[in-house]
């Protein structure tokens, strides 16, 4: 079974957030935003005790009742501690590779790392453990019973923590999402976004691809197009956007497709609300 990843102490928790802050303010986003990234490195610079410590005894609540530390800062830092590293930090640098992640994982080889991140949307090893709770592992073909009962506990263990609730946080509303990828589109399009250089899937490390940051009703977007081997083979990579909510709701990723069959054909839909985008277009179509 894999070992834990080793903790971070708040010097390197701090230096994240400041990195996270650079990258977002050279790839355009809200100003308010980097700042909240900033003054969160400052809070946990000067803490005088570990965050570990802090989310050991008081768990997220206590991280969140720190001064500049709100939730979505809060659980970044849960993340780095207990992972070592922030997967939102990957997507800025354009080092995210979420199937050789999940490939560390015991009975998980490359098909079910591929079938995990493209048909369940998983991209870090919080919402793995998230979709091992609440059923959407399970439905995945290839994970019975006993390969479930050995990622379960290799979680956990890289974790290091109980089970979670399986109670999903509220999602997006699809009308959302969908806006987000029209704006990322038509700007990709017209060549108005900072382009970053992918390490995967980009041997001559050139700065192609597309990203954008935006907000929408108090909520952070990050979208980018997908960049996986899936979409390469497909020649999808410019047609599948990958939107990650980065506060408030749901922080699991949402791929958005332009449909090819079936009712929904030649529509952009987001894959998993399928059946809200079809409700969405047959509302405005009856307006």
Not at 51 to 68: C, F, H, K, R, T
Not at 124 to 147: C, H, I, M, N, V
Request: aromatic share 4%; with cysteine.
């Amino acid at each position: 079974m894999p070992n834990a990843a080793p903790e971070l102490d708040n010097q390197a928790v701090a230096d994240k957030l400041d990195e996270v802050a650079s990258l977002l303010e050279a790839q355009r986003a809200n100003r308010f935003r980097v700042e909240a990234y900033r003054a969160g490195a400052r809070t946990v610079r000067e803490l005088s005790r570990p965050a570990a410590e802090i989310l050991e005894e008081e768990g997220v609540d206590g991280l969140e009742a720190l001064p500049a530390i709100g939730e979505t800062l809060a659980r970044a830092i849960r993340t780095m501690v207990r992972t070592g590293s922030l997967p939102q930090l990957d997507r800025l640098r354009g080092e995210t590779d979420p199937e050789s992640l999940f490939r560390t994982l015991p009975g998980i080889g490359p098909a079910l790392a591929e079938r995990i991140h493209h048909e369940l949307h998983v991209d870090s090893l919080e919402d793995l453990e998230a979709a091992a709770y609440d059923g959407r592992l399970a439905s995945t073909p290839g994970f019975g019973s006993k390969r479930m009962e050995g990622i379960r506990a290799a979680l956990s263990a890289r974790l290091r923590r109980v089970r979670r609730s399986s109670a999903r946080t509220s999602e997006p509303p699809v009308e959302e999402l969908l806006d987000v990828d029209r704006e990322y589109r038509e700007k990709a399009q017209r060549g108005e976004l900072p382009t970053i250089a992918p390490r995967r899937m980009n041997p001559e490390g050139e700065a192609w691809l597309p990203i954008l940051h935006t907000d929408r009703d108090g909520r952070s977007y990050t979208a980018l197009y997908s960049n996986t081997p899936l979409a390469h083979r497909l020649g999808r990579t410019d047609d599948w956007v990958v939107v990650y909510p980065e506060n408030g709701a749901s922080g699991r990723p949402f791929t958005v497709v332009t449909e090819r069959r079936g009712r929904l054909s030649g529509h952009r839909v987001v894959r998993g609300r399928e059946e809200a985008c079809r409700e969405l277009y047959e509302k405005e179509q009856n307006d």
